[in-house]
């Protein structure tokens, strides 16, 4: 009669998975209708390996190892490669164990599983839910599930892969152009009317608008004639005369001499900044004036309050509040000249501080 499967050998550098290879033999002799104990032991020693059969050997000395039981055999190699451990040890472990990065939802729920098996939980669906919300990575989704009062660990969980799924499909999807993408676009366009029209003029080249880059690409540019969304060759005033400048071509709604020049300071080299993202994704605006604005302050020397008299100070104090300004110290206004010296410069143009800058 052939036999229903197969057994491979132990592998003893990997001792934790002991358990699982006995609960392979037990389907095994359990497929194969073996019920004898001498041979469940003899068939165990066989198929172990050289190096499982070995320790074997030494645990079962003086007696020779064949003569052992089944049962007994078992019980030898289990106090081996899986030693009784304290089950406040196993929980610590559970406790500690947090989602890793790349790790998904449904990854990590079995790794909880498994962790918990030696733990003795009596409430193991309560555990492993205030474990999974607890170390999970996403903070924000993090954050929504302890707002929860009633919440289940299959409700946590379906909301966890629910989201994971959502943000898969995103992933998958056709990226929006970028603004230099767009900006090509208009490029483009703006290349084929000057061929089709050499005399007209067209609109100064600007990054594709956000709605433009999710819908087509052919999307009609500005008229500078009447402001209108259609071509500069389809424009009926472009035979027109401006009633504001005299000249041809465009009505006085568009006319770009009526804008009235606004007056410069003075031109400044601003203080050049690095920027740096937040983890919220907002940039963040802080300048190095070490080079710049530092070397013409005035010290003021101050001395450095010791904490014994700043408790003297509040005797007598009834309310004591912890204050935490939002971006630095940028709530107190400063004077234009002030305001002049904290000048950077941006990848967008020059950028005056109002506000005290830290």
């Known amino acids: 009669m052939a036999k229903i499967g197969r057994l491979s050998e ?88 947090d989602q890793r990065s790349g790790e998904s939802a449904k990854e990590y729920i079995t790794a909880l599983r498994k962790a918990a098996k030696p733990c003795e939980f009596k409430d193991l669906e309560e555990r492993l839910r205030d474990r999974f919300v607890c170390g999970l990575r996403h903070r924000e989704l993090q954050q929504r599930l ?35 993408e767009g900006a090509s676009v208009h490029q483009e366009d703006v290349r084929r009317n000057s061929e089709e029209d050499p005399d007209e003029e067209v609109d100064r080249l600007h990054p594709a608008k956000e709605e433009n880059q999710k819908g087509s690409s052919s999307a009609p540019l500005k008229c500078i004639g009447c402001g209108g969304r259609h071509r500069r060759t389809d424009c009926k005033f472009r035979s027109a005369t401006c009633r504001a400048c ?80 939002a971006q630095a110290y940028q709530q107190l206004p400063v004077d234009d000249d002030a305001a002049i010296a904290q000048t950077i410069v941006t990848h967008r143009g020059a950028f005056k501080e109002t506000p005290h800058t830290f």
Not at 11 to 23: A, K
Not at 290 to 313: E, F, R
């Open 146 to 180: 302890f707002a929860k009062e009633e919440l289940s660990f299959q409700d946590a969980l379906r909301e966890v892969t629910a989201e994971e799924a959502a943000g898969g499909a995103v992933k998958n999807m056709r990226p929006i152009r970028s603004s230099a």
């Open 246 to 325: 005299g000249k041809q071509g465009h009505i006085a709604a568009v006319c770009l001499g009526r804008r009235k020049a606004q007056p410069q300071e003075e031109r400044l080299k601003g203080t050049r900044f690095p920027s740096q993202n937040r983890a919220n994704g907002d940039i963040r605006i802080c300048a190095d004036y070490k080079c710049t604005l530092n070397k013409a302050l005035q010290q003021h020397a101050y001395p450095v309050p010791v904490v014994s008299h700043i408790l003297d100070s509040l005797k007598g104090g009834h309310v004591f509040a912890k204050l935490d300004l």
């Open 10 to 97: 132990f592998d003893v550098s990997h001792p934790e998975r002991w358990e699982s290879y006995v609960s392979r033999m037990e389907n095994y002799f359990k497929a194969n209708q073996v019920r004898e104990d001498s041979l469940k032991a003899a068939t165990l020693l066989c198929v172990c390996g050289q190096d499982a059969f070995e320790i074997a050997e030494n645990l079962a000395a003086p007696v020779p190892v064949e003569s052992v039981s089944y049962a007994d055999l078992k019980k030898l190699l289990k106090e081996h490669f899986h030693p009784k451990v304290s089950v406040i040890s196993w929980r610590h472990t559970f406790e500690q164990r």
